[in-house]
Structure formats: C-alpha cells, structure tokens
C-alpha cells in the first residue's frame, strides 16, 4: 500500500504561480506512471501532466506550455509547477500513481487550487 499526500494548493491572483507536491510513503521511481489530475466543482476529474517511469511525459491541452511536472525519485515526490494560472484553473488537485499491477492505484486526498482576484 502506497499512501500519496499532496500540498502546496492555495488562493493565488491570475497570473501568479504555485507548485503542488505529491509525496510517496513508498518508492516513487517504482511507479509506471505518476499523474496530476483535477476536479472542479460539477466536472469530471481530468488529467492535467503525467510523467512515466522512463520520464515520459504528457499535458493536457489546456495547461502546455504553462505548467511543468517533474519527479525527485530520492525524495520520493512528484511537482506540479503552475504558471500563468487563470481563474479556470480553479480545482481540487489530486495525485495518482499507477503500479505496474494492473488495475492497482493510489490517489492523494487533494489539493484546493483557487485562482481569483
């Protein structure tokens, strides 16, 4: 059982920047994938970044070129840098890490994100 905690959310202006970290109980390099997802109020969670174990790495449409995902494998945690935030960015970021069990994951408890003047 891995248990992932993220933090680092919080309000922030349009424009300004924060950056999430999801750290691991376990080994994070041990993951196929690490992911950022996000849910906004009456919307499905989505993918925001993913970075694979081979440093793949994949971002919606919407935040390339604004935010950036990285790995620290000695510590275990995964970054989310967020730049150029916009009100519609607004969420509860959550964390997920893939093993290589089929069909077995791990979710953070979330993040609230804010973007607002």
């Known amino acids: 059982q891995v248990q992932l905690v993220e933090s680092g959310g919080g309000l922030v202006q349009p424009g300004g920047s924060l950056r999430l970290s999801c750290t691991a109980s376990?080994?994070?390099?041990?993951?196929?994938?690490v992911g950022w997802y996000r849910q906004a109020p009456g919307k499905q969670r989505e993918l925001v970044a993913a970075i694979s174990f081979n440093g793949n790495l994949n971002y919606a449409d919407s935040v390339k070129g604004r935010f950036t995902i990285s790995r620290d494998n000695a510590k275990n945690t995964v970054y989310l840098q967020m730049n150029s935030l916009k009100p519609e960015d607004t969420a509860v970021y959550y964390c997920?890490?893939?093993?290589?069990?089929?069909?077995?994951?791990?979710w953070g408890q979330g993040t609230q994100v804010t973007v607002s003047s």
């Open positions: 376990g080994s994070i390099a041990s993951m196929k994938t």
């Open positions: 997920k890490a893939d093993s290589w069990n089929l069909g077995t994951y791990y």
